[in-house]
């Protein structure tokens, strides 16, 4: 049983450009986190979504940013015209449903040069 | 305001002692607690779930929790130098549908 999977694991991209970060989670999962983990600091909740649906989104940036789930495929987390500030890991978890463990993917690193 | 508090630490025990990790939350509704290990550089990774008041104990590793106190803890027993990571304590909050971390304690365990 595959655990969550996410690609790439590094991706770089230049001041502006568009970052595309992708999410399987775990077979039978379909409850999905993205959290953002700034160097040297804690895990900060973005987005919570169930297929097709975006629960909470609280955590959120306004602007740039935008997450789905669709009925097949990955969960995407879109960052658009990225710039310095967005460097950071991003990791999904994926859980049974919203109380049950949430489990890690090995999470992408963003780098924006 | 602070939704999930830890003791950032580092937490420094001597190999073979047990190491005491809490946690603290303010949503009063919250049902489900966790306890993950992230190694400097890696993912989270699962290591305890509570649900209900008491301990729940596995292997080395017990977790309490006290709901009317708003409190959790993580004892690990025995400790041994590969326990060395940051401890993340995480609640699902009642409120917002959403899992919560801590800022996560550091535990350096001495050989």
């Known amino acids: 049983n595959a655990g969550v999977m996410q690609n790439p694991r590094h991706l770089v991209r230049r001041r502006g450009q568009e970052a595309r970060l992708r999410c399987s989670p775990m077979?039978?999962?379909?409850?999905v986190y993205w959290y953002r983990q700034l160097p040297e600091e804690g895990l900060k909740f973005m987005v919570y979504?169930?297929?097709?649906?975006?629960?909470?989104e609280s955590g959120m940036p306004k602007e740039r940013f935008s997450a789905e789930f669709p009925k097949e495929g990955p969960s995407i987390l879109r960052i658009q015209q990225v710039v310095r500030g967005d460097s950071a890991a991003y990791f999904c978890?994926?859980?049974?449903?919203?109380?049950?463990?949430?489990?890690f993917g090995q999470g992408t690193r963003l780098t924006v040069v | 305001q602070k939704e999930v508090e830890q003791n950032s630490g580092p937490l420094s025990v001597p190999e073979g002692a047990i190491a005491s990790l809490n946690c603290t939350y303010s949503?009063?509704?919250?049902?489900?607690f966790f306890w993950y290990r992230q190694y400097s550089g890696k993912s989270p990774e699962l290591i305890m779930s509570?649900?209900?008041?008491g301990d729940k104990e596995d292997g080395r590793f017990t977790a309490q929790l006290n709901k009317a106190s708003q409190y959790v803890s993580l004892l690990i027993r025995d400790s041994q130098p590969s326990d060395s990571a940051t401890y993340l304590c995480?609640?699902?909050?009642?409120?917002?549908?959403?899992?919560?971390f801590g800022a996560g304690t550091i535990l350096r365990v001495k050989s």
């Open positions: 077979k039978g999962h379909s409850h």
């Open positions: 979504l169930q297929k097709e649906n975006i629960i909470d």
């Open positions: 949503d009063r509704g919250s049902q489900s």
């Open positions: 995480a609640v699902n909050m009642e409120y917002g549908n959403k899992l919560v």
């Open positions: 509570i649900y209900s008041n």
């Open positions: 978890a994926s859980s049974l449903d919203m109380n049950t463990e949430a489990f």
